[in-house]
């Protein structure tokens, strides 16, 4: 972390206004903090994070400007955002295996709906693997943190508009096929037809923006049980939307 940057900015709020606006939303920094964390792999801290979220508020908090129209929570978001995904980008925040372990997950998805005609069952994925239901959930659990998309948490440059960062496969733009309405339907009707539990936690955490142990709550079940649902539901949306788009 660039500590001496931390403490210019710091020295740069204060006896102003901006320190105002640093101490009143510095609860905002962790909140966003801990729900970015929930779907980053375990190796990742969020002291990290509300240590990079921090220097985006100050920053923020130096360059808002309260006649531009713009509440200055919405502005700093957007900041704060955006400075943890620049430590993100900068670090190798998912480890290589679970990558690969991820896409094995997808492949075997897309072969066994093919061969059975509907979503396959966990333990069926397991066996397609070669690997008891335990070590397959283990799987699902070290992928946290392998995203379809997720505009809520990522801007482009210009930090104008949303854009996406979280797609494992680099190689196709994932703008340009959120931008395509054909995709946008295929993704909306993938989502509609995912089991009814994976369906339901990715309406809570997407639409409620309920965390994973909130959702475990809902759910009766553990958060690595809610972590193990949405990295299946997002293997299950990947291996529909690549064969779609081969």
């Given at each position: ?95 290589r295996h679970a990558r690969k372990h991820m896409r094995e997950i997808e ?99 997407y639409d409620e923006e309920l965390n994973l142990k909130e959702i475990g ?14 990295s299946q539901a997002i293997a299950r949306l990947r291996a529909r939307l ?5």
């Amino acid at each position: 972390m660039a500590a001496p940057r931390a403490l210019s900015l710091y020295r740069q709020t204060q006896a102003s206004q901006d320190e105002d606006y640093v101490s009143r939303h510095a609860p905002l920094v962790k909140r966003i903090a801990y729900h970015m964390v929930s779907r980053l792999p375990a190796s990742v801290e969020v002291d990290d994070l509300i240590q990079v979220g921090m220097m985006g508020l100050m920053e923020a908090a130096k360059n808002f400007d309260p006649n531009a129209g713009v509440l200055f929570e919405t502005f700093a978001s957007q900041r704060i955002r955006g400075a943890m995904l620049d430590e993100l980008r900068s670090s190798d925040w998912m480890p290589r295996h679970a990558r690969k372990h991820m896409r094995e997950i997808e492949a075997a998805m897309l072969a066994l709906g093919h061969k059975l005609g509907r979503a396959p069952l966990e333990s069926e994925v397991a066996q397609h693997l070669q690997l008891d239901l335990e070590a397959y959930q283990n799987m699902l659990s070290e992928a946290r943190g392998h995203q379809l998309v997720h505009l809520e948490d990522i801007e482009d440059e210009d930090e104008n508009h949303h854009n996406v960062q979280y797609s494992a496969d680099h190689a196709i733009n994932p703008l340009q096929q959120l931008a395509d309405a054909n995709f946008q339907r295929n993704l909306i009707r993938g989502i509609d037809e995912l089991p009814e539990r994976e369906k339901l936690v990715m309406a809570l955490y997407y639409d409620e923006e309920l965390n994973l142990k909130e959702i475990g709550a809902v759910l009766g079940v553990t958060e690595s049980r809610v972590c193990q649902l949405h990295s299946q539901a997002i293997a299950r949306l990947r291996a529909r939307l690549g064969d779609w788009t081969s």
